[in-house]
């Protein structure tokens, strides 16, 4: 079992989506997580605060990769029609990450949240997003996004140091990955715990909807 360990520098609930009851990574760290040849059905991803976001040491999201599907096989699936963009609608339909088909062997992007500003192609991120051709999904997924906590120091070895991705640091410790989703389950449970952190540019009111976790 692997466990890939990331820092984000920004969470719109895009990547990871973690709506409608599937967390879904179809898009950014394409070579580094969902192309990965080293990840496996079973594998976890985890995302991590950072400097940017003004939350370094602290737990953004962790899913269990439960299916590794195709750009064309998600766009298809009736179970995540529901995760397409609407960009006019509500933030969590804006940031529907379900953008990507093939047309003729051609990748085309929907307007989504990685087009430009008018909805047409964003060139770069087209390049980027595409470059990982799997789909990662899961049920079994933690997402705290704005109520991020900290890492407990028994569990320091989740923590990534580096600017990239790692997971060969703890290949094989199933041990230590298991202690990991233990103390998750026992402390938060699975679901969604909180916003996704960026949300607070859009000046929402603060709705008291999850469980009051600040001090864990």
Known sequence: MNCFRYKMDHDYGFAPNPFHGVMSLATCKGTQVRNNSHLQVGDWVVGLGSVAM??????????QV???ITFDQYWEDPRFQIKKPIING????????????????IVIQEPCAHSLDDGSVNEEHLRRDSEGKYVLLSKHFYYFGDRCPLIPEEFSYINNDSRGTKFWDLHNEDAKINAFVNWLD????????GDPCNWKEYNLPQLDIYEDEEDK
């Open 186 to 193: 026992d402390t938060y449970g699975v679901g969604i715990h």
């Open 66 to 68: 439960e299916e590794k």
């Open 90 to 105: 509500t933030l969590v339909q804006m940031y529907g990450d379900n953008a990507y088909h093939t047309v003729k062997n």
């Open 54 to 63: 003004g939350n370094l040491g602290r737990i953004i999201y962790v899913m």
